[in-house]
């Protein structure tokens, strides 16, 4: 087992190599943190997901664009791609779950990708159903996956005005889970009138905003 110093040293480089967008750095820290012992969950939570936190500030506060959210995402699944797979099984029991997707007649999914990439760094389950998902694909999906949040992306004014009714479909499934919208022609006012329960101005603040309507 590796000494609590040179756990630290991983986990603090695993941090740096997300933020500075450096894969080999992350790989290699990341084979290190299972050649050596450490947890590979604690590595991913203390390491990994806090740097993609930080990077969702960055990102939220326009200091990094999306090119440098995406590359600190690729950072990010080179260390994922090692060390999930060392993951014990009790770590992944209580997982939050998330069925995301790109309304019917909306073929954009730059933004629902970034939404899905932070998600994932925080290590919620997601089914990604991709863009121009049929209405009562999310529906369907929900009956199956019992995720604890659906969110729905939508770029135009013209796929925005559907949300209303996948929300219905979805709600008629299943009036506990949680429905979160995002995309540039929302807002948060437009958001509650069509009955979501939570609004996300962009892919930084998407989990945090998940996270505070399960609290409630």
């Given at each position: 087992?590796?000494?609590?110093?040179?756990?630290?040293?991983?986990?603090?480089?695993?941090?740096?190599?997300?933020?500075?967008?450096?894969?080999?750095?992350?790989?290699?820290?990341?084979?290190?943190?299972?050649?050596?012992?450490?947890?590979?969950?604690?590595?991913?939570?203390?390491?990994?997901?806090?740097?993609?936190?930080?990077?969702?500030?960055?990102?939220?506060?326009?200091?990094?664009?999306?090119?440098?959210?995406?590359?600190?995402?690729?950072?990010?699944?080179?260390?994922?791609?090692?060390?999930?797979?060392?993951?014990?099984?009790a770590?992944?029991?209580?997982?939050?779950?998330?069925?995301?997707?790109t309304v019917e007649?909306?073929?954009?999914?730059?933004?629902k990708?970034?939404?899905?990439?932070?998600?994932?760094?925080?290590?919620?389950?997601?089914?990604?159903?991709?863009?121009?998902?049929?209405?009562?694909?999310?529906?369907?999906?929900?009956?199956?996956?019992?995720?604890?949040?659906?969110?729905?992306?939508?770029?135009?004014?013209?796929?925005?005005?559907?949300?209303?009714?996948?929300?219905?479909?979805?709600?008629?499934?299943?009036?506990?889970?949680?429905?979160?919208?995002?995309?540039?022609?929302l807002?948060?006012?437009?958001?509650?009138?069509?009955?979501?329960?939570?609004?996300?101005?962009?892919?930084?603040?998407?989990?945090?905003?998940?996270?505070?309507?399960?609290?409630?």
């Amino acid at each position: 087992m590796a000494t609590s110093e040179r756990t630290q040293q991983l986990i603090s480089g695993l941090y740096e190599a997300v933020l500075n967008m450096d894969e080999d750095t992350a790989r290699e820290l990341s084979q290190a943190v299972v050649d050596e012992k450490v947890d590979a969950y604690f590595a991913i939570t203390n390491g990994l997901t806090a740097a993609m936190e930080k990077v969702g500030e960055l990102y939220s506060t326009h200091v990094y664009f999306v090119p440098e959210l995406l590359l600190c995402a690729d950072a990010l699944y080179a260390g994922l791609d090692i060390l999930r797979p060392h993951i014990k099984s009790a770590d992944t029991q209580n997982r939050r779950r998330l069925i995301i997707g790109t309304v019917e007649g909306d073929i954009h999914d730059i933004g629902k990708n970034l939404v899905r990439i932070m998600f994932e760094a925080a290590s919620w389950e997601v089914v990604d159903l991709g863009r121009d998902v049929q209405l009562r694909r999310f529906a369907e999906e929900q009956e199956k996956f019992h995720a604890h949040v659906v969110a729905l992306s939508a770029l135009m004014t013209t796929s925005m005005l559907a949300m209303p009714k996948a929300i219905e479909m979805i709600k008629g499934v299943d009036d506990k889970v949680a429905v979160l919208v995002g995309g540039a022609p929302l807002n948060r006012h437009i958001a509650e009138s069509y009955g979501a329960d939570g609004y996300a101005p962009d892919a930084g603040q998407a989990v945090q905003e998940a996270s505070r309507i399960l609290s409630r």
